[in-house]
């Protein structure tokens, strides 16, 4: 059984894995044994492995796999999808302790240039995968040094997506705000707030702020006619501060994440962008309560989705090509 981080990695690598071509699996499986794909290890049992173990080989005949597995995964610059694929596979594999028990951190020191070069998704699942099995104390890896490979979008950009969801709303944003405040504290509170949707540079808000109380009062309802700039803005904030307060981990998230998973994906992919900045960014950054789980069964546990093309067609790890 696993927390949120570890699982959410797993689902991120599993993700990765998934989304490559079929020829990448295709290539992965053509340096399998021919008595071994006789048996059923090849690439229909790359999918399985996938789609319904976890992304964790498990069984006697997935033995195959994993030499296929470790060979693609040394391949930068012959297959970039199948060594992408196999990557997250080990990776998720290497997590839940499956078969193998081989350190990765040896290749985390030979091919860290082209995890660095994979595109923006498949580069931060992989990273993440990384400093998360560095985390748990199943590789050894050197840090990162200040590099954002570990992130799938830098903070500037997801800040500015969601102050670009604010400023869509901010009539109504302005006007529940001065009705909340009253006469005499309206005019000082939004002014306060013109600067952050200006994106004006200041002191990230505080809880003890006065906008603060407004703010999270709509954020935390999700029928307010303000709630999603109001998310919006907050999430600008926590994302200045680390979420250092706890807003998103642990006041907002129990009661607002099926909310924010449930939005039309145009809307929610700012959100859910900025929610897995915070993910990305702070390997202490943990939702509560923090559901533990196995990975082949995670129904009904809360995970971020993977916001590449194919957001909104189904969970993380439950596609393939």
């Not at 990305?280 to 129904?299: F, I, K, R």
């Amino acid at each position: 059984m696993l927390g949120f981080r570890a699982l959410q990695a797993i689902m991120d690598l599993r993700a990765a894995a998934g989304r490559q071509a079929r020829s990448a699996f295709r290539g992965i499986a053509a340096r399998i044994p021919p008595a071994d794909k006789a048996d059923g290890a090849g690439a229909q049992a790359l999918t399985r492995v996938i789609l319904h173990q976890g992304a964790r080989l498990e069984r006697a005949e997935d033995r195959p796999l994993f030499d296929a597995l470790q060979f693609a995964a040394t391949q930068p610059g012959t297959d970039r999808a199948a060594f992408a694929a196999a990557t997250a596979i080990l990776l998720a594999n290497r997590l839940q302790n499956g078969l193998g028990q081989e350190d990765l951190g040896a290749y985390w020191e030979s091919f860290r240039p082209a995890y660095f070069a994979l595109p923006a998704h498949d580069r931060a699942a992989i990273v993440q995968g990384f400093l998360t099995g560095a985390e748990f104390g199943h590789v050894v890896i050197a840090p990162l040094d200040g590099h954002w490979a570990h992130l799938t979008s830098r903070a500037e950009d997801v800040g500015a997506a969601l102050l670009a969801v604010a400023a869509q709303h901010q009539s109504q944003l302005l006007f529940s705000v001065a009705e909340f405040a009253g006469e005499q504290m309206a005019a000082h509170l939004l002014a306060q707030l013109r600067m952050i949707l200006a994106g004006a540079r200041r002191k990230p808000l505080t809880g003890d702020c006065p906008l603060f109380d407004p703010l999270l009062m709509m954020a935390s309802n999700a029928a307010h006619p303000a709630h999603l700039p109001a998310t919006a803005v907050l999430l600008v904030e926590a994302i200045r501060a680390r979420d250092a307060e706890g807003w998103f981990a642990l006041t907002l998230w129990p009661d607002m994440i099926g909310t924010w998973l449930a939005r039309d994906t145009l809307s929610a992919r700012p959100i859910l962008a900025g929610l897995r900045y915070l993910y990305e960014a702070d390997p202490l950054w943990v939702p509560m309560p923090d559901l533990v789980a196995s990975p082949q069964h995670m129904q009904g546990v809360p995970f971020l989705p993977v916001l590449d093309e194919s957001f909104s067609g189904g969970p993380p790890g439950t596609r393939i090509g």
